[in-house]
């Protein structure tokens, strides 16, 4: 529990980019460096080719990363524990999170649904629990949320197919 | 030539009912949309930026530059009515506004706003017209060299002003000029950080990335809160009496104050109105005989910061369409709505299309006086507008995005890279890091590859090119300075206090 606390302070979170930036560097430059059509114009003749300025980008975000990393690597080490007091937590609740992740799971779901159903179908199916699930999480009563959630989302689904299909033709 | 245009393209817009009607639609989504508290400019321009794609670019940019200055002024119907402002740009309105909506003088303040927003729109616009083109005339002169400095210096100067630190910025925004690469490289064909997918051979387009990035990582973000009620609005201060014109053009120093202040401090590339609006408000606090009035409802609080922001985005537009570097976010999703359209923002467009420009022009100032007319019909109306419920509007949004990443290229493949850009938004902001530099990378990335490249030729393969262009190197030495600037002035900082110590009997 306290690394997962102390993941939220700086420390942590130059840790946790300076990761994310050389994690982007290692997998770019492997891309780079086994791309061998890519690799064969660098250097060649007066044009230094497609792999410059990717390498000058990489190594860039590889030096970066590294710095990061060994930033936070050192505040992690050197910071006495009581300096995590006046370092103030900025990690969301864990259901911000759980909130985002099942969103983005239900966003990645609907356009297979659209292919399936239809836009009007699949775009009201997708909003109702939504729309239900937040409304009730106001404090409104069950059926009172039902209601309002499923009529918002005909009505949202209605309002973007007559814009989207019905008034700009695109074909979804 | 380009006045000519501007009267050929307004009077063509009153002409065209379809005109007149996007026009109107973009201002009242504007309004709704910037006075929402959690949907910015940025957001409501890039979930709104779909809508233009089957429009001509003269009716496009219209509808976008409506949607754009309505929404500045909307951010402050929020700031003042329930002290929470509806855009970044608002931030300093609220300290004042809402103290005089407090005091029952609501609609007082929302006219000020309302009449110094559009003045500071006007002179932005008039700046825009008076230095673009000269700075477009000097860039003409430009080559390859000082193109390359331009796109490094715009990008440190992007990743500067982004909250957190210089070199954050820059990190992200070098993951946005390697999104800039993806696809097949246009000299030679050969693809790059492909990673076999058929779907990024194509490469990545603005317009998905900025949907994501400003629009759904907003909704991952807010979704949770949106349970929270916002306070309601006393109704019974919009029925206050509105300034009289009298009043209204005592405040005319405030608000020319303000305009300068905000057009110059927009012009500069990633300045933006956050940081002209607070800049107006600390002169216009030099200014007055009583600052102590300052905080607590004082009418200049309110003015200067309101005509800064909106003189403002004349001066943002100003880096964007001279030299195609985006004066901010909100330009960088404009841009987007250009390069859709086949038009590359840069000292070019004045010499092959003057004819758009002059339509630009039209276009801003009508979004100007359609805000100001709007804004005044629509202000006894305005507390519905902050009973919408955030959770309903998050949903909708969220389907915008869908729909809208579609139908750039009727491709579904663009909808996965604007979800990818929602949850890279999401991380990034967990990590408090900022995310415009990323748009930024993926704008100037092109421009930088093909100059530097270009260059190098010209140098027949040697980086001595660049030391032959006393602009490019002023430009890299001011680059190299932004980078330093934050490192090393805590060393000064301490190196300074050490000497007074040891000076100090």
Redesign the interface.
């Known amino acids: 529990m306290r690394f997962l606390l102390r993941l939220g302070r700086t420390p942590g979170r130059d840790l946790a980019c300076g990761l994310l930036f050389g994690a982007v560097a290692i997998v770019g430059l492997i891309e780079v460096t086994t791309n061998a059509r890519l690799m064969d114009t660098f250097g060649r003749g007066p044009d230094p080719g497609p792999a410059l300025l990717p390498l000058i980008v990489l190594s860039f975000l590889l030096i970066g990363g590294a710095a990061l990393l060994l930033k936070g690597l050192a505040g992690w080490a050197f910071t006495p524990p009581e300096a995590d007091e006046n370092d103030p937590i900025e990690t969301p609740p864990p259901s911000q999170h759980l909130h985002a992740a099942a969103l983005l799971a239900s966003l990645v779901v609907l356009p297979v649904a659209i292919s399936w159903l239809g836009f009007l179908l699949a775009s009201a199916l997708f909003a109702a629990p939504w729309l239900v699930w937040l409304e009730y999480r106001r404090g409104v009563g069950r059926r009172r949320a039902l209601l309002l959630g499923v009529a918002v989302a005909a009505l949202l689904a209605i309002a973007l197919h007559v814009v989207f299909v019905t008034l700009l033709g695109i074909a979804i | 030539m380009l006045i000519d245009s501007f009267f050929t393209s307004l009077l063509a817009t009153l002409a065209s009912p379809w005109g007149v009607t996007l026009a109107v639609l973009g201002t009242l989504l504007g309004i709704v949309l910037g006075a929402l508290p959690g949907v910015s400019s940025t957001m409501a321009l890039a979930i709104l930026l779909?809508?233009s794609?089957?429009m001509t670019p003269e009716l496009a940019i219209l509808f976008l530059l409506c949607v754009f200055v309505a929404s500045v002024y909307g951010g402050s119907i929020s700031a003042i009515l329930i002290n929470i402002p509806g855009t970044p740009g608002a931030i300093v309105t609220q300290l004042d506004g809402h103290p005089l909506a407090r005091q029952g003088r609501a609609k007082e303040a929302l006219v000020y706003a309302l009449v110094a927003s559009s003045v500071g729109g006007v002179i932005g616009l008039a700046l825009l017209v008076l230095i673009a083109p000269l700075l477009a005339s000097v860039a003409m002169q430009f080559r390859s060299p000082e193109f390359t400095a331009i796109a490094v210096f715009g990008l440190v100067l992007l990743a500067y002003a982004s909250p957190g630190s210089t070199?954050?910025g820059?990190?992200v925004g070098?993951?946005g000029?390697?999104c800039g690469?993806v696809g097949f490289?246009a000299?030679?064909d050969?693809?790059?950080?492909t990673?076999d997918s058929r779907s990024l051979q194509g490469g990545i387009e603005l317009v998905p990335l900025c949907v994501g990035l400003f629009g759904?990582a907003e909704?991952?973000?807010h979704?949770?809160?949106?349970?929270q009620?916002r306070p309601d609005v006393d109704m019974a201060t919009l029925h206050s009496p509105a300034p009289k014109l009298g009043a209204l053009a005592k405040r005319w120093a405030s608000m020319l104050r303000g305009s300068f202040i905000g057009a110059l401090v927009g012009a500069i590339p990633a300045a933006g109105s956050a940081i002209a609006v607070a800049i107006a408000y600390a002169q216009e606090m030099r200014f007055s005989r009583r600052p102590e009035r300052f905080g607590q409802g004082a009418v200049e609080g309110v003015v200067a910061p309101e005509a800064a922001n909106s003189s403002s985005i004349g001066g943002t537009l100003i880096p964007m369409m001279t030299l195609g570097v985006p004066g901010d976010a909100i330009t960088a999703v404009l841009m987007g709505s250009l390069l859709i359209h086949g038009l590359r923002p840069g000292p070019m467009l004045f010499a092959e299309n003057p004819g758009f420009v002059g339509s630009l022009y039209a276009g801003f100032l009508l979004a100007l006086l359609l805000t100001l007319a709007l804004g005044l019909v629509l202000m006894r109306w305005l507390p519905w507008i902050l009973r919408i419920?955030s959770?309903?509007l998050l949903?909708?949004i969220?389907?915008?995005c869908?729909?809208g990443a579609?139908?750039i290229r009727?491709n579904?493949a663009d909808?996965?890279i604007m979800?990818f850009f929602?949850?890279v938004g999401?991380g990034l902001h967990?990590?408090?890091?900022p995310t415009a530099p990323l748009a930024f990378g993926l704008i100037l990335?092109p421009l930088?590859?093909e100059n530097?490249?270009r260059s190098?030729?010209l140098g027949?393969?040697s980086w001595e090119v660049f030391l032959h262009s006393p602009i490019a190197m002023g430009l890299f030495g001011l680059s190299l300075l932004a980078i330093l600037l934050p490192l090393l002035a805590p060393l000064w900082v301490r190196l300074r206090e050490d000497i007074k110590r040891v000076s100090a009997p």
């Open positions: 779909p809508l794609f089957g070199v954050r820059l990190l070098a993951i000029l390697l690469m490289d000299l030679t050969v693809s790059r950080f990673f759904l909704v991952l973000r979704l949770h809160a949106s349970r009620r419920p959770h309903m949903i909708g969220a389907l915008l869908v729909v579609y139908a009727n579904m909808v996965y979800l929602g949850a999401y967990l990590l408090s890091l990335g930088l590859e530097l490249r190098l030729l027949r393969g």
